[in-house]
């Protein structure tokens, strides 16, 4: 695995752990108007976060297998 592949799971892993921080967080808040208004931009930021991660996972069990 090269150095930038290692890098971009580190810093996905990274975004995908401080997106879960935020989310526990909002979480935890029980009145509505509490709710910060970028919300939907974490989610966003979640999603995407999540789709990369997982592309990039999916790639990682690909070259696993044809490995020789």
Same mark, same amino acid.
């Given at each position: 695995? %090269?150095? !930038? ?7 996905? @892993? *990274?975004?995908?752990?401080?997106? %879960?921080?935020?989310?526990? /967080? &909002?979480? %935890?808040? @029980?009145?509505?108007?509490? &709710?910060?208004? !970028?919300?939907? /931009? &974490?989610? !966003?930021?979640?999603? @995407? *976060? +999540?789709?990369?991660? *997982? !592309?990039? +996972? +999916?790639?990682?069990? /690909? &070259? ?5």
């Amino acid at each position: 695995m %090269n150095k !930038d592949y290692k890098e971009l799971i580190s810093d996905l @892993t *990274a975004d995908v752990e401080h997106i %879960n921080k935020r989310i526990k /967080e &909002l979480d %935890n808040i @029980t009145d509505k108007e509490d &709710l910060p208004e !970028d919300e939907m /931009e &974490l989610i !966003d930021r979640q999603e @995407t *976060a +999540m789709k990369n991660y *997982a !592309d990039i +996972m +999916m790639e990682r069990i /690909e &070259l696993y297998k044809t490995r020789d």
